[in-house]
């Protein structure tokens, strides 16, 4: 009577990968690639956050230069109106000046955005094509191999 053995999965499966050798180069540059994308993506909004916060602190301090004019005590209660009005329309005024410069950090933002994104598209395009040109030449020369046998 013959015995059942138990097939030694650990030899099949090295035997297997052995066969499909992995690169690990490729990985490595893919993922310099990817880090190197991340530091100037955060880069570029460290900066965005930097301008948007001197923007928001200017726009307060003018707000509250203005607000001292009003705190100040008027001779008639006419002169509230008045003190009221001209700061209406200054802060009206700070308010689409502080907008136009928040939408200029935003506009900058997208830019430099976009031209890095097409920049790692690129790289990683020229990356991928290295890859499989590489791997179609194995798996060539292995077919070749395989068939001169």
Same mark, same amino acid.
């Given at each position: 009577?013959?015995?059942?053995?138990?097939?030694?999965?650990?030899?099949?499966?090295?035997?297997?990968?052995?066969?499909?050798?992995?690169?690990?180069?490729?990985?490595?540059?893919?993922?310099?690639?990817?880090?190197?994308?991340?530091?100037?993506?955060?880069? $570029?909004?460290?900066?965005? $956050?930097?301008?948007?916060?001197?923007?928001?602190?200017?726009?307060?301090?003018?707000? $509250?230069?203005?607000?001292?004019?009003?705190?100040?005590?008027?001779?008639?209660?006419?002169?509230?109106?008045?003190?009221?009005?001209?700061?209406?329309?200054?802060?009206?005024?700070?308010?689409?000046?502080?907008?136009?410069?928040?939408?200029?950090?935003?506009?900058?933002?997208?830019?430099?955005?976009?031209?890095?994104?097409?920049?790692?598209?690129?790289?990683?395009?020229?990356?991928?094509?290295?890859?499989?040109?590489?791997?179609?030449?194995? $798996?060539?020369?292995?077919?070749?191999?395989?068939?001169?046998?």
């Amino acid at each position: 009577m013959a015995t059942a053995t138990t097939p030694d999965m650990t030899a099949m499966l090295k035997d297997m990968m052995g066969a499909f050798p992995v690169d690990t180069a490729s990985m490595e540059a893919s993922f310099k690639t990817s880090a190197t994308l991340n530091e100037k993506l955060s880069g $570029v909004a460290l900066a965005a $956050v930097e301008k948007s916060t001197e923007i928001s602190s200017a726009w307060t301090k003018d707000t $509250v230069t203005k607000l001292t004019d009003i705190a100040k005590a008027k001779a008639e209660p006419a002169d509230y109106a008045k003190a009221m009005t001209d700061f209406a329309a200054a802060y009206s005024e700070a308010a689409s000046e502080h907008m136009a410069a928040f939408a200029e950090v935003a506009k900058k933002v997208q830019m430099e955005t976009v031209e890095l994104m097409m920049a790692a598209g690129k790289d990683m395009s020229d990356e991928a094509t290295s890859v499989m040109t590489k791997a179609t030449d194995e $798996v060539k020369a292995a077919a070749k191999k395989a068939t001169s046998k």
